[in-house]
């Protein structure tokens, strides 16, 4: 239970704990209605923004066959930040992916990683 008595759910991922601050986010998969499903990911938050959206970069190895030697490559998505966590921006954190919230955000930060 959080202070306000509110339910706080776990999210059923390995290495990811309940944060100890509350919030009334409804897109916050653990005081929310949002399930995480699909893929776990890691990246660096760059870009944190006041509508409590943010940019992930990661960083990942493809392997090019017709030159036959590897590339280091970037991607970047853009999460939704829950109320309860404090992030910021240089933050090496753990997205999970959800149903869509807006036009181009479908993950949501679910911790920091230390």
Excluded: W
Excluded at 7 to 36: F, M, Q, R
Excluded at 44 to 50: G, Q, Y
Excluded at 95 to 106: D, H, M, T
Aim: proline fraction near 4%.
């Amino acid at each position: 239970m959080g202070k306000k008595g509110q339910l706080v759910k776990n999210v059923g991922i390995e290495g990811v704990s309940a944060p100890s601050k509350t919030c009334d986010d409804e897109y916050c998969p653990y005081h929310g209605s949002l399930k995480v499903r699909g893929i776990v990911l890691e990246g660096k938050l760059i870009r944190a923004r006041a509508n409590r959206t943010g940019t992930v970069e990661r960083e990942y190895i493809f392997y090019d066959s017709k030159y036959k030697r590897y590339e280091r490559r970037r991607s970047r998505i853009h999460v939704h930040i829950p109320s309860c966590l404090e992030v910021k921006e240089g933050d090496n954190v753990i997205i999970g992916e959800s149903r869509p919230i807006a036009k181009s955000i479908s993950f949501v930060i679910l911790g920091v990683k230390r």
